[in-house]
DNA sequence: CACTTGACCTGTCCGC
DNA sequence: TGCGGACAGGTCAAGT
């Protein structure tokens, strides 16, 4: 579920929320959501003080006091909520973050960091994601933090450095080469829909059959969709929610992400969902041509 | 090497 | 209303 759109505005609540605050306890009710709970934690997460969250592609690092960071992937449906002592006034009566809030945890929640008064949330559904302590120096060395591409949306980021990339796997679909986290990171399904629509570039084509002209106007389309996301506080399909426990609305914003049926914003033909890369794959049929070229 | 498939899990939605 | 199957935004390993 969370792409950097979501990732980001999860860093950017955690930040605000969580800095300076010291980790007292810690519960994990799901081993595969926390495998090395057990002989870390004592020693570096409880009494560590949060001294900064950072986030890498689709990847938080929450760096402690102790020179250690807690590692976090949300994979499809992770969640990361903060319920404090003012949760409840934060949000006026009748807000439905007011009850969400109210009912943590739940049947997801997989572990539980109590810092004093407040507590931090890590939820998932689906227990694809996960955390892990490592010491904070060795994260760059880490070879699932070592071999992602460079963030598509941080400055110094050009379209030569794009095509470059992009080139690494020119044999191949331009959306399969989007979704590879080692090309560039952070870049998810919704998002490489979203900007090959902006593109106007269809999902198949092979990224050697691109135009130097197309592939700029897919890194400008990039950028925009993603940085309009952020904006937005990311996408809330389903289940994402940001750390105060509340939805992004990016959704408004999508063009054929989960609009098939509906009309293409841009020429009015009908948006059709397929499969390309093993993804579902929203496009419009007149804009985003296949085989050209 | 590039691409597809299945696996990891749970919940929801759709058709019968 | 119940049941089975398909499907869901991420990634990895294994197979073709």
Redesign the pocket.
Known sequence: ???LP?VETVRRGLFELLIGKNVKTVSCD?Q?SFPNAKTDVDVFLINAKITNIRRR???LFIDLSSKYSLIV?????GQMVYVGDDSQQRFGAGHPNRSLVNKLPD??TRVTIGLGEAKLFFND????GWMRLEPTIEIDTL??VK?LGPEPIEQGFTAKDFIERLL??????IK??L?D??VM?????????ESLWGAMIHPTM?VKNLSKKQINKLLVALKYVLELAIEQG???????VDAEGKK?SYMKFAKV??REGQACPRCGYEIV?S??????THTCPNCQKANTK
């Open positions: 579920m969370p792409e979501e799901n595969k592609g689709k990847m992937h949300l994979k499809m449906t049947s997801s559904q689906r227990k694809f070879d699932y071999k690494r796997r020119k044999n191949s679909n399969s080469v979704l986290q080692t990171a952070g870049v998810g399904n919704i998002y490489a829909d092979l990311g996408s809330s399909d389903k289940n994402y992004g992400f989960r969902k499969r390309v890369a093993g993804r579902g």
